[in-house]
């Protein structure tokens, strides 16, 4: 009889207690989702920055002094414009779409007779019997609240990314007082490259991959003849930046408004097997090359990652949930008593986006001199 795995008290009680601390940290996050969530895009447009400010030091002849203002305004302008074509465009969207009375509302009714016909319903429902017990009032109300929410927490990001640069300049010290040992300073580092790789890795991945869609989707809206095709084109960027769900949004929302506009079937179906035709190509055959060993995340973690952090943060949590499973397997793999877990997490049992080791204290040194240089002489440990 083989006997049972023998499990030692002290790693019991470890095991336990980190299992204890990973639900207590969960409801936190869920009570304090509205401090946290901004502060968390804030951290997040942080690191867009210093990507996009490498990016322009290494490709344009901007001085160097002057790549961090570039890229600051880059990132903060194309922010804000975001939040407002989604917020212009969604409420000239729901605007349109409201009026029942227009051509919406008879186009509706002609597409259910049309499916009760091909299933044998002899008395199909009309929109008005569709409607009939839904409070449409308190729905837009409720859409218009949501929008509202978006300015409000737009306005909270810029707020936060605002004393994030501005605390940067101590930065330096704060490393020297938490690790003023040098090993466990370059240690540090290598998680903070780590995590600064991963997440930078999948936003070009995402971003473009997203524009590659975007660009053959405006020229099928375009030719069938969809309106709002730009505000459309815009949507399947946006939500391409949320896994799973953004591929089925920006997959269906465009055929099933196609639907509505015309009175024939061809341009919705044209729609429909043009976009999964497409996301089908990008996400088995040019994601995957480009992605490599950025993200070595499990794809059940990723499906699971956008549950959890979508119920935790809502929208902006199915935006972040990628980046923070990137950033929860690199801090988790650093400690002995939750290694494990970030083991699970990987996809290929080896918790680091970076598998060269050497290679990653090349690069951890490169930042740690990087950090350390300045107009300022470092403090002494």
């Known amino acids: 009889m083989k006997l049972p795995i023998t499990v030692t008290p002290s790693s019991g009680v470890a095991n336990a207690v980190v299992v204890i601390a990973v639900v207590a940290a969960g409801a ?4 304090l989702r509205d401090i946290l969530t901004p502060l968390a895009m804030a951290v997040f447009l942080m690191i867009m ?61 002609q597409i259910s007779r049309d499916v009760s016909a091909l299933i044998g319903i002899k008395d199909p429902p009309t929109l008005h019997d569709m409607i009939a017990g839904v409070d449409v009032r308190g729905w837009l109300t409720a859409a218009a609240f949501q929008v509202q929410g978006i300015a409000t927490g737009g306005f909270f990001v810029m707020v936060y990314l605002g ?13 020297v007082g938490l690790f003023p040992k040098r090993g466990a300073r370059q240690e540090a580092l290598e998680v903070f490259e ?16 997203g524009a590659m869609i975007c660009a053959v989707a405006w020229g099928l809206m375009r030719a069938v003849g969809l309106q709002n095709a730009e505000f459309w084109t815009f949507v399947i960027f946006v ?8 591929g089925a949004i920006a997959g269906l929302a465009p055929p099933l408004f196609a639907l509505v ?34 993200q070595n995340i499990d794809p059940i973690v990723v499906l699971l990652a956008l549950a959890f952090w979508g119920k935790l943060w809502g929208v902006a949590g199915m935006f972040l949930s990628t980046p923070l499973a990137v950033m929860a397997m690199a801090i988790l793999a650093e400690f002995k008593g939750s290694r494990w877990m970030a083991v699970l997490l990987s996809g290929d049992g080896e918790p680091y986006a970076v598998k060269d080791r050497a290679g990653a204290q090349k690069r951890g040194r490169s930042a740690w001199f990087a950090l350390m240089r300045g107009r300022d002489a470092p403090p002494q440990a």
């Open 261 to 294: 506009q015309f009175e024939s079937y061809w341009p919705a179906l044209v729609l429909l097997v043009g976009l999964q035709t497409l996301l089908f190509l990008v996400g088995n055959l040019v994601q995957p090359r480009m992605q490599g060993d950025n």
């Open 28 to 31: 936190a996050l869920y009570w």
């Open 239 to 246: 939500v391409s930046f949320i896994p799973v769900l953004g």
């Open 194 to 209: 780590r995590v600064r790789s991963g997440v930078e890795g999948y936003l070009w991945v995402q971003a473009v991959t």
């Open 49 to 109: 920055i210093d990507g996009v400010k490498r990016a322009i030091e290494r490709g344009t002849p901007i001085p160097s002094r002057f790549a961090g203002a570039a890229a600051l305004i880059v990132v903060v302008l194309g922010f804000l414009l975001s939040i407002w074509i989604i917020v212009d465009g969604a409420a000239g969207f729901f605007t349109d779409a409201s009026g029942v009375a227009g051509g919406m509302g008879p186009r509706i009714d």
């Open 163 to 175: 004393f994030l640069l501005a605390s940067q300049a101590g930065f330096r010290k704060k490393m």
